[in-house]
């Protein structure tokens, strides 16, 4: 499985952006794609995921309400759409793949994408 993600930028508080992570690869629609983020200093935060089959999703306690993942199945594409956002959330967003399924855990995804620099400004 592949993985690329795109979207990154500066916005200001307050303002939405979205992040695509683009999939390929063998196996990855037996499983689930989702984000995570990683401030400097901090470990890596679970943002959210989604699964291929069937679509159901999971999301992390810090985002709830404010973040939403989704995906085009057309398109092997899933989102990130980030609204409200805030200074706290500038950090490094990766997306992240498995072959079997959903889970809130780093460890059970095993394929990832590049980062992409989230900076949002005060």
């Known amino acids: 499985v592949q993985l690329q993600a795109f979207g990154g930028g500066l916005v200001q508080a307050g303002g939405s952006l979205r992040l695509s992570c683009v999939a390929s690869?063998?196996?990855?629609?037996?499983?689930?794609t989702g984000w995570f983020r990683q401030a400097p200093g901090k470990e890596r935060e679970f943002l959210g995921a989604?699964?291929?089959?069937?679509?159901?999703?999971y999301y992390g306690d810090s985002v709830k309400g404010r973040f939403t993942v989704d995906r085009d199945d057309a398109k092997n594409t899933v989102y990130l759409q980030m609204n409200n956002l805030r200074p706290e959330d500038t950090a490094v967003y990766y997306c992240?793949?498995?072959?079997?399924?959903?889970?809130?855990?780093?460890?059970?995804?095993?394929?990832w994408g590049q980062g992409t620099l989230v900076t949002v400004s005060s």
């Open positions: 992240a793949a498995n072959e079997w399924g959903g889970s809130y855990y780093y460890n059970d995804y095993n394929f």
């Open positions: 989604v699964v291929w089959s069937g679509g159901s999703t």
């Open positions: 690869g063998r196996n990855f629609r037996n499983g689930a």
